[in-house]
């Protein structure tokens, strides 16, 4: 799964010199944009001065917070975070680098939108973080170690993650300076989740070298959360692996699949119960599966599913059976006989308590031979029929399915009317586009747009307010299939977060 954060705070602090004075009060948090610059010795009024900024931005956890007690996990996972260039026919500078540091304090982004003459006296400003609290050192430029005191910043620490005190400075350099940035933050937001960093917020400027020479590097320019346009927003990207893959329907001899069993009980999901007690079943090795045909039966330890805590009501059960397995299925003939002569066994599926005596669920499954061929260049025929909700509104889970089939491949013959089962992948990523001006939301991620699969094809959730408010997106999917990748459009479905 994808989450992306906007900035819930931004704004920028300067001590540009304007009128032969410093505008250390002046706020600019409303303004559209956040300005990263060094001006040395260009005022005609103060002889050698610095003038710089800094920008400041905080973030809201509470959405990752509320997943990681079910699928977020901190220690596998991916933050980026995002600032877009933006351009107002003004030169910028090149080749030099942005540094990101945790704050120590919070801060008010404050009314401001004056970005010519700072002229609205507010906080967060160059002197304070908020009303009546001054900065440490003017500039939010007091550092140190993480929990020292007296500090606007945190230089450097230990994250309690085995990599001992290091370095808490996250860079990037701009070759051109019309970039966008992009920095992996991923250890800086988990600590600020569990507590070990102060504050969810960050200090962003030139680096301490870049800020002290003597080079006039103006201006960098970056999207603010007050700009019309969402998309270019400030963000944090977190990806994460919440994809369950169900392979039910194409169950291989020689290759290991994995089955699922959810419990739902008038429509809520709940753990089984068993026994006369009603004892709840759960955690790991929690009951036996097992596979049969005629006399043979293949045996295996299932348990509940868990990404982070365990999943209520859901269990898993991974299975492998061997085509040269020669155990007896009726007479004398093994199934290794009866693979070789069919190429497919169909087995009585049983779910069933540990201890043999309750039964959960009977079905049938059906197991196949493993086929070394296939017809690679298929690919052009896939397709994929899209289904889900057009249009949420708020911050809901939306639920997008996706069936792909290949137009290639030819269908069994029937004088009965069929339905065509979707493909069976293990291998679909997604990505989604504006429909409007075709920009792209977010691109295909091996961690966080990896779909799931269960037997009525492959589906993925998305968050609603992901997407750009009142604004259809579309999905792209990119796809392995017989030996070869090749991207696949949502076939006119459509998503919009709305009314």
């Given amino acids: 799964m994808i989450v992306i954060l906007t900035a819930s705070a931004d704004t920028y602090i300067t001590n540009k010199i304007v009128d032969s004075l410093a505008a250390v009060s002046g706020n600019v948090g409303q303004a559209g944009t956040i300005d990263i610059f060094k001006l040395y010795d260009e005022s005609f009024e103060v002889t050698g001065a610095n003038e710089l900024s800094r920008a400041l931005l905080r973030f809201d956890y509470g ?46 982004e404050g009314l401001g939108r004056n970005i010519s003459s700072y002229s609205d006296i507010s906080a967060a400003n160059f002197l304070s973080s908020s009303a009546n609290v001054l900065w440490n050192t003017p500039g939010a430029d007091a550092s140190g170690t993480l929990g020292d005191t007296g500090i606007d910043y945190i230089a450097r620490g230990d994250l309690l993650d085995g990599a001992g005190v290091r370095s808490l400075e996250f860079k990037q350099n701009f070759p051109i300076g019309n970039e966008d940035l992009a920095i992996d933050v991923t250890s800086f937001l988990s600590a600020s989740m569990v507590g070990i960093l102060p504050q969810p917020a960050i200090r962003l400027s030139l680096t301490g070298s870049e800020e002290q020479d003597d080079i006039t590097r103006f201006v960098k320019r970056f999207a603010s959360r007050h700009v019309k346009d969402p998309t270019l927003r400030p963000s944090i990207e977190v990806y994460f692996d919440d994809a369950v893959q169900d392979t039910r329907q194409s169950m291989l001899f020689d290759v290991t699949g994995t089955l699922f069993l959810t419990n739902n009980v008038r429509g809520v999901r709940k753990n089984i119960v068993s026994g006369s ?20 039966t293949a045996s295996f330890t299932g348990s509940q599913y868990s990404a982070v805590e365990p999943s209520v009501g ?49 079905s049938e499954l059906t197991f196949n031979k493993n086929d070394p061929g296939g017809n690679v260049y298929a690919t052009d025929a896939l397709i994929a029929h899209c289904s889900g909700p057009q249009n949420l509104p708020g911050n809901r889970t939306a639920v997008i399915r996706a069936k792909f089939f290949d137009l290639a491949s030819e269908d069994a013959v029937s004088k009965f009317a069929i339905e065509k089962k979707p493909l069976q992948l293990t291998s679909v990523l997604y990505r989604a586009f504006d429909v409007n001006d075709k920009s792209m939301i977010f691109d295909f991620d091996a961690i966080g747009t990896k779909a799931s699969l269960d037997e009525n094809g492959n589906f993925f959730t998305v968050y609603s307010d992901t997407f750009p408010y009142g604004r259809p997106v579309t999905f792209e999917f990119l796809v392995e299939y017989n030996g070869k990748q090749t991207i696949v459009s949502s076939n006119g479905y459509t998503f919009m977060h709305g009314e």
């Fill in 277 to 296: 007690s009603l004892t709840q079943i759960n955690g790991d090795n929690c009951l036996i599966v097992d596979l049969m045909t005629g006399s043979f």
């Fill in 314 to 362: 859901m269990y898993y059960v991974n299975c492998v059976i061997r085509s040269n397995d020669t155990r007896i299925v009726t007479g004398t003939t093994g199934l290794s006989s009866f693979i070789s002569a069919s190429g497919s066994v169909t087995f009585n599926e049983k779910w069933r308590s540990i201890d043999g005596r309750v039964v959960y669920k009977e």
């Fill in 63 to 108: 959405r990752l917070r509320s997943l990681t007690s079910s699928i977020l996990d901190l220690n596998d996972m991916r933050a980026v975070l995002k600032l877009r260039h933006i351009s107002a026919g003004q030169p910028v500078p090149s080749d030099f680098t942005i540094s990101v540091f945790p704050v120590t304090a919070n801060f008010s």
